[in-house]
């Protein structure tokens, strides 16, 4: 049986084979599917373990990021392409399986990549696998379709309440939104003195203020 390396995580543990470098707690990667059609599974290295006295037989223990077609909700509209969720499930793989090493970012420092890579991905989400629940299970939602910010898709935001905006919902090409210097909402617009105050309060705050209770994820 595979003899842990003492300490918890101790990470200091290099992986050699095809010159993949783990060092970190934490670092992320792509492990081969025992399906080759299926895309790799994406994992976050929690230690690594040999069973071998001069260091052969490389096991690692791993945390699973979950795809969103592998969640019991299953894909939803909002999910991006590269999204994944952190999940409760853990397992010991042969550092065999290991393709290479990926980024795992937060959806906030994805949303500012001025370029997205294969091994780019985003988490916003930790998934309860046994139940199919999601921390957290209120997400900000925008436009008038009340949907969460899928990174994929291209939207526009009102200058006035900072809302944001899906080309399609208001009527709009993709072209005349990325063209567009000056958009003002259709609420916005027809504004005339009936505004509400908590219309107002929204103006100028973040995003994630505007959390709203409309969308349960369950
Ligand atoms: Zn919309
Ligand atoms: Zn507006």
Sequence with gaps: RPRAVPTGTCLRYVIVTRLIHLERAGDCV?????DTSKPPYVAKVESIEAAGSRGTNVRVRVRWYYRPEESIGGRRPFHGSKEVFLSDHYDVQSADTIEGKCNVHSFR??????????????????????????????IAVFCKCEMPYNPDDLMIQCEECSDWFHPSCIGMTIKEAKKREHFFCQSCTAENGKTTENFHEA????????ISEKLRMH
């Excluded at 994805?110 to 046994?130: G, H, I, M, Q």
């Design 30 to 34: 792509l492990m081969r599917s025992a």
């Design 109 to 138: 420092s994805y949303t500012k990549l001025d370029s997205v890579n294969a091994e780019d991905f985003f988490c916003r989400f930790d998934y309860k696998s046994a139940s199919g629940s999601f921390v957290p299970d209120r």
């Design 203 to 210: 103006t100028g705050q973040s995003e994630e203020k505007r």
